[in-house]
């Protein structure tokens, strides 16, 4: 089966540090969504990509948060820097999102996530 | 504002009791509801879409089925192995009648089967 790899599974870091996360989108997905995991709020919508163009990304904190496509097998979330609050599971996500009424969207696929803690 | 809420948000059966999670939303124009499995350390497992109320989906114990305010997902005899946490999502469409594919979560129940 396709999946989404994302890389790394776990991070420890300290406070103030930059964070790259990474993820492979499956092979002819054109949509790709960055999604953030906490007890509390559950999963938010961080940004995403439509062949590999932002489409939306007022889900982050645009001081710290920066999420790129840079070609289409690659998607990075950066953090910098670090903060504790930002501890959480990151997920990407990818899809293929059809613009015929009525068709398409099938479920989006997810990653294994990347688990962040901020010390 | 797209909202999704999901209860209970813990139910706990016994091995072979049937019972129903519910996942009540609003949304300026549903494009598709969609259901995710999730196990704990694992990314969410998509299970099923559903464009229009009155539609329904079956999947081995699963079924669900939509409203134009909620979905149901009904687990019927359910085994040990269906525990995790059930996510329901929307997804909005948008003025021009296509859909931008963002999904707005629900907090999720967590299911829990004892043999």
């Known amino acids: 089966d396709a999946r989404v790899t994302q ?22 997905h054109n949509t790709v969504f960055w999604y953030r995991q906490t007890m509390m709020q559950g999963l938010e919508l961080l940004a995403y990509f439509r062949n590999r163009a932002p489409l939306d990304d007022s889900g982050m904190p645009k001081d710290r948060f920066s999420a790129e496509m840079p070609d ?21 996500a990818s899809g293929l999102v059809e613009w015929v009424q009525g068709q398409g969207d099938y479920g989006y696929t997810f990653g294994s996530g990347t688990r962040l803690t901020v010390v | 504002e797209d909202q999704v809420t ?60 939509l409203t134009k305010k909620e979905s149901f997902l009904h687990i019927t005899a359910p085994k040990p192995e269906d525990s995790a946490t059930y996510l329901c999502a929307v997804q909005a469409r948008n003025a021009g009648g296509t859909s931008y594919g963002k999904l707005t979560f629900g907090q999720g129940t967590i299911l829990t089967v004892h043999p």
């Open chain 1, 72 to 92: 289409a097998t690659l998607a990075t979330l950066k953090i910098q820097p670090s903060e504790p609050r930002d501890s959480a599971v990151y997920f990407c």
């Open chain 2, 6 to 65: 999901q209860s209970p948000e813990a139910l706990r059966l016994q091995e072979g009791e049937s019972s129903s999670l519910n996942c009540s939303y609003t949304v300026s124009g549903l494009r598709g509801l969609f259901w995710y499995r999730q196990d704990p350390g694992k990314g969410p497992e998509f299970l099923f879409t559903l464009y229009s109320a009155g539609e329904e989906k079956e999947k081995e114990r699963l079924k669900a089925t």
């Open chain 1, 7 to 28: 890389t790394p599974r776990h991070k420890v870091t300290e406070m103030g540090q930059e964070v790259t996360m990474r993820c492979q989108p499956i092979l002819g």
